[in-house]
């Protein structure tokens, strides 16, 4: 019955983290407690699950209400459709206070319960259990120990385990994202939850932000910043808020990418001329030129395997994506639909990718398989940027335009799942999905 | 003599190497380089006017446009090239920046790229024409920086450009 222990020391370190975050960016513009990114669903799955989410006993009392952030979760992922709860009294919060019969007639699959409970430390006892009511069994329970701070982390990863019980596929309601905020001339890089809660500033500035690159482990950001007399890319850790510049060459220096252990980047730089790209240590040590053309190459991506990089060229008289071996040696190209191919991001198991494919004058999101070599397009809105993968492969989350505004979105690999993450006021764009926490 | 006619030759050249529209664009280049060319020769400044900021001098225009995706200079810009290429020869003091840009299109990254080559493209038609490169900077905002922010053809064409600043400018 749960892994609390390991479970309780991340969120310790989670908690110093994020205090020593909030302590190093005081002087950055606060940013309130509620959603700084709202969420508005346009469309789900082809088949979603019935399921119920019963409010957590003594939740109703807490700033964070446990069982809706649940739900609200599982919601998003377009996979399930939510039973409603109210009517059956008394609701039932332990195992022995369920009437299974009461459920089906509802016509749930699943039911979630759970009891949250103070400790005498100040610290909460919550606990889930994620039952049948057809077969009248337990699929999953499990009991955390945190503070009021962690309840909506908490609830992110029972809606995680609940999600890989019933589809198979991890959850990533836990995972963060980050993305760029403008402002009228402010510009703000931000992380904030994968439901748009908890966002935090990352690094404020006048001058434009763009290509946020997560490490692997999450820790830290590589990103491109323009508040010099020229692009400059940055590695930032977040927990710390100090940062390096990686890549500061004379020209440009942009379009950051990990490799998958973390200890080197990929970089653009115009050292040569044109925008090549380059490889480095992550301590900014060992640079040596990948690219070996007269044209734009640029948007590197690592491949899972640490193989190969995608990247964007258009050597070929027109933006097209490219494959070539790290270690050197010839490109090949993958993407002959069109005329304008750009920003491909593999998926997390190599197979595919996701890119921007331009056709009828409009730039949509778009996943090529690699072995076949087909094309889907996902999404019908005319201006998409930026597509990156959700770790678990299931989603991806891109920029887009809606009324003049800049939003970000994600759509489902089979392009049905849909929704926004909209501001209030501002654009956003640039969006990347980050990694799983703990490296699931 | 001997200046305005090589100019004017040059100019004809440049000219003849465009396909549409030329007859129109080689007069108005060929009056514009000898309005240049007889300020520089005398080696005063024209009546009261800086020829950078005259408005009736091909010197007060800054931008290259260009088609969507393109870092090629149309032959209707290239007289301006010309004329800032003609301007900084004569000048050796004077330093611009080119500042590339592209409309909102397709992906940031490719666009600072797309920036880079436009600017980079003027450089290098302004250094054929005799320019030092030590003169010239390059730089880009991809498409950072738009002039005008509308989501549709009448800003984007707007905003593929490169700028000719020169220092001390802006």
Not at chain 1, 141 to 146: E, K, L, R
Not at chain 1, 402 to 420: C, E, H, P, Q, T
Request: charged content about 20%.
């Amino acid at each position: 019955m749960g892994h609390f222990n390991s479970w309780r020391r991340r969120a310790g370190l989670l908690a110093a983290g994020c205090w020593l975050l909030t302590a190093v960016f005081l002087l950055a513009r606060p940013v309130p407690a509620k959603a700084a990114l709202n969420i508005e669903i346009i469309g789900s799955g082809e088949t979603q699950t019935p399921i119920a989410v019963v409010p957590f006993a003594g939740e109703s009392a807490l700033p964070q209400q446990v069982g809706r952030i649940v739900a609200a979760d599982l919601q998003r992922s377009g996979l399930f459709k939510l039973v409603r709860t109210d009517g059956v009294s008394p609701l039932p919060h332990q195992l022995d206070e369920v009437k299974f019969p009461d459920w089906v007639a509802r016509g749930a699959e699943a039911l979630v319960i759970g009891t949250i409970s103070p400790q005498a430390d100040g610290r909460l006892n919550i606990q889930f259990r994620l039952l049948d009511p057809v077969r009248q069994t337990q699929l999953a329970g499990f009991s955390y120990t945190a503070a009021p701070a962690q309840l909506r982390y908490v609830a992110h990863r029972i809606a995680d385990v609940i999600y890989q019980k019933l589809t198979g596929a991890p959850g990533v309601f836990s995972t963060r994202i980050a993305y760029v905020l403008k402002v009228g001339r402010r510009y703000a890089l931000q992380v904030a939850d994968a439901d748009g809660y908890n966002a935090r500033t990352v690094l404020a500035s006048r001058e434009p932000i763009i290509s946020p690159a997560w490490s692997p482990d999450g820790a830290r950001l590589a990103y491109v910043s323009f508040e010099h007399d020229r692009p400059v890319v940055y590695v930032q850790t977040l927990a710390t808020g100090q940062r390096r510049a990686l890549a500061a060459f004379k020209g440009n220096n942009s379009a950051p990418a990990w490799s998958p252990d973390g200890k080197q980047l990929a970089v653009v730089l115009t050292l040569s001329g044109h925008s090549q790209i380059y490889i480095l240590n992550a301590d900014g040590s060992g640079l040596r030129r990948l690219t070996h053309s007269q044209s734009i190459d640029t948007e590197p991506d690592w491949s899972p395997d640490g193989q190969t990089i995608l990247f964007t060229s258009d050597r070929g008289g027109s933006p097209q994506i490219y494959r070539i071996p790290v270690a050197g040696g010839e490109a090949a190209r993958l993407t002959f639909d069109g005329h304008y191919n750009v920003t491909p991001r593999y998926s997390p198991d190599g197979k595919s990718f996701t890119f921007i494919h331009r056709m009828d004058g409009q730039f949509h999101t778009a996943i090529q398989e690699i072995a076949s070599g087909q094309l889907q397009i996902l999404t019908q809105t005319p201006l998409d940027e930026s597509p990156s993968f959700a770790p678990n492969g299931k989603m991806v989350l891109y920029a887009t335009d809606v009324n003049g505004r800049g939003v970000l979105a994600a759509v489902s690999s089979d392009g049905r799942v849909n929704y926004r993450l909209t501001v209030q006021h501002g654009d956003v764009r640039e969006p990347a999905w980050g990694p799983y926490l703990n490296n699931q | 003599m001997k200046r305005i006619l090589l100019s004017m030759l040059l100019t004809s050249l440049l000219a003849a190497c465009a396909t549409t529209g030329v007859k129109e664009d080689h007069k108005a280049a060929v009056t514009e380089a000898k309005s240049v060319a007889e300020t520089s020769a005398t080696g005063t400044p024209s009546a009261m006017m800086n020829p950078l900021t005259d408005p009736h001098n091909i010197l007060s225009k800054r931008s290259i446009y260009y088609a969507f995706d393109k870092y090629d200079i149309k032959p209707e810009y290239r007289p301006i090239v010309v004329a800032h290429a003609k301007y900084l020869v004569a000048h050796a003091g004077a330093d611009v920046t080119l500042q590339g840009n592209t409309d909102e299109r397709g992906s940031r990254e490719y666009n600072l790229a797309l920036g880079q080559r436009r600017a980079d493209g003027v450089k290098k038609m302004m250094v054929v024409l005799g320019v030092p490169a030590k003169q010239i900077e390059t730089i880009s905002f991809g498409e950072e920086k738009p002039k005008l922010t509308c989501h549709n053809a009448s800003c984007w064409k707007e905003n593929r450009r490169t700028d000719i600043v020169y220092k001390g400018e802006r």
